[in-house]
T-cell receptor, first 110, second 115 residues
Framework: KQEVTQIPAALSVPEGENLVLNCSFT??????LQWFRQDPGKGLTSLLL?????REQTSGRLNASLDKSSGRSTLYIAASQPGDSATYLC?????????FGTGTSLTVIP | GAVVSQHPSRVICKSGTSVKIECRSL??????MFWYRQFPKQSLMLMAT?????????EQGVEKDKFLINHASLTLSTLTVTSAHPEDSSFYIC???????????FGPGTRLTVL
């Protein structure tokens, strides 16, 4: 069964810093990998989707990479802002199912 | 972009009652929808896969007689928590995608509190 792990579990950085969130998965047979943002008590907002044939995707200050063979993905956030504070979840899609990571709780300090 | 809605957003009920949660894809058709449960400070756990016109597929450990799923149309799936108990209190989220490789669009979630 696919297992998805995210490191670190929590991260606190001062505003303006660049940061990297990590996601690892055990089974490389995936369709795609998706990064989400979740604000407290809210649903999920999709940030970036990387298909299994792709190596990275970029959207604004966000860049996500995928190394399927090693079972790893990173989410890079440039010039962090207090509004980036949230929990970030990665999820891999294998077959018809999504497997979610445990999440990284990010706090950006003004 | 595609939108998935859930209703209600929050529900409080007494122990022993049943609660129905709706998940709708507003501007696209979804043959498959997914139901997740999220406990505080934990990640999302897939409960079941809802298939339009056929029975849902439940994950191991999820009671199909307790969590009834109906996918009556290509835009609506419902989750009914029967005889709810306090341990069923959780955040329930649904998702849908246009195709197998497409982005999954998530509903805003339903906060269920069972007293």
């Amino acid at each position: 069964k696919q297992e998805v792990t995210q490191i670190p579990a929590a991260l606190s950085v001062p505003e303006g810093e660049n940061l990297v969130l990590n996601c690892s998965f055990t089974d490389s047979a995936i369709y795609n990998l998706q990064w989400f943002r979740q604000d407290p008590g809210k649903g999920l907002t999709s940030l970036l989707l990387i298909q299994s044939s792709q190596r990275e995707q970029t959207s604004g200050r966000l860049n996500a990479s995928l190394d399927k063979s090693s079972g790893r993905s990173t989410l890079y956030i440039a010039a962090s802002q207090p509004g980036d504070s949230a929990t970030y979840l990665c999820a891999v899609k294998g077959g018809n199912q999504f497997y979610f990571g445990t999440g990284t709780s990010l706090t950006v300090i003004p | 972009g595609a939108v998935v809605s859930q209703h209600p957003s929050r529900v409080i009920c007494k122990s022993g009652t049943s609660v129905k949660i709706e998940c709708r894809s507003l501007d696209f058709q979804a043959t498959t929808m997914f139901w997740y449960r999220q406990f505080p400070k934990q990640s999302l756990m897939l409960m079941a896969t809802s298939n339009e016109g056929s029975k849902a597929t439940y994950e191991q450990g999820v009671e199909k007689d307790k969590f009834l799923i109906n996918h009556a149309s290509l835009t609506l799936s419902t989750l009914t928590v029967t005889s709810a108990h306090p341990e069923d209190s959780s955040f329930y989220i649904c998702s849908a995608g246009k195709s197998r490789t497409d982005t999954q669009y998530f509903g805003p979630g339903t906060r269920l509190t069972v007293l």
